[in-house]
């Protein structure tokens, strides 16, 4: 059994690391390419749109989230900057109110939640009938969550709270919160430590990708 995550201390590297983590995304090919990869989204998405484990706004700044929540308030500041407006908060409490959202995005935070099940309840609460959840997830199987993993075992700040899913998994929350899912693309397709050139997604779940999005609609 996983031991429960206290948002508290998974928060707490980023809280004092924001500086470093927020320079990694300079010049940085992966987040080129995970970037692409929601931008390659076909599924008309609506506003306001949120983001829960919003960080520096590094991604949010890049697709238009206008407010977005975290539990470390150092990297808010950074988000601040880059024009989004930040609260605070964990995703299994959002302080806002029942249909208030047009798009909610969960990107790369999933693995650091104390209760994604709670989350992703939380989302369906706040998202409009109609509006949609947009995951990005790095999948436990492949590569890539495999290479995160130990870097988890290692002690690797950043990840050692982490816990990777894979998507029968995901999609069993998905449809337990009201949510389906209506269209997934694959990237990252080469192997951690050989990251040479850029990629596109690809339409559909490939089980040899190192990331997936995932978006799903909340029921009308």
């Not at 010049?27 to 989204?41: H, R």
């Not at 749109?49 to 919003?54: A, S, T, W, Y």
């Not at 988000?79 to 109110?97: D, H, T």
Request: with cysteine.
């Amino acid at each position: 059994m996983n031991t429960p995550i206290d948002w508290r201390q998974s928060s707490q590297v980023f809280d004092q690391k924001a500086d470093e983590y927020d320079s990694w995304f300079e010049n940085s090919l992966l987040f080129d390419i995970e970037l692409a990869a929601l931008k390659e989204i076909k599924t008309p998405l609506g506003s306001p749109r949120l983001e829960i484990g919003v960080g520096p706004g590094r991604f949010a700044r890049e697709v238009d989230v206008a407010f977005g929540v975290d539990p470390a308030i150092a990297p808010l500041y950074l988000s601040q900057k880059r024009g989004i407006g930040v609260i605070q908060a964990s995703g299994e409490e959002l302080p806002l109110a029942n249909s208030s959202v047009g798009t909610a995005f969960l990107l790369f935070a999933l693995c650091f939640l104390n209760d994604p099940v709670q989350a992703i309840d939380e989302c369906s609460r706040v998202v409009k009938k109609g509006g949609h959840l947009v995951l990005g997830m790095i999948p436990s199987s492949g590569a890539w969550g495999q290479s995160l993993e130990k870097k988890k075992n290692e002690g690797h700040p950043f990840y050692e709270y982490a816990r990777f899913y894979d998507m029968t998994v995901v999609g069993a929350w998905l449809k337990a919160a009201g949510f389906q899912v209506v269209e997934v693309r694959s990237s990252l397709f080469q192997q951690p430590g050989k990251l040479k050139v850029f990629e596109h997604s690809r339409s559909g779940l490939s089980s040899d990708a190192g990331f997936w999005v995932i978006v799903a609609k909340k029921s009308e």
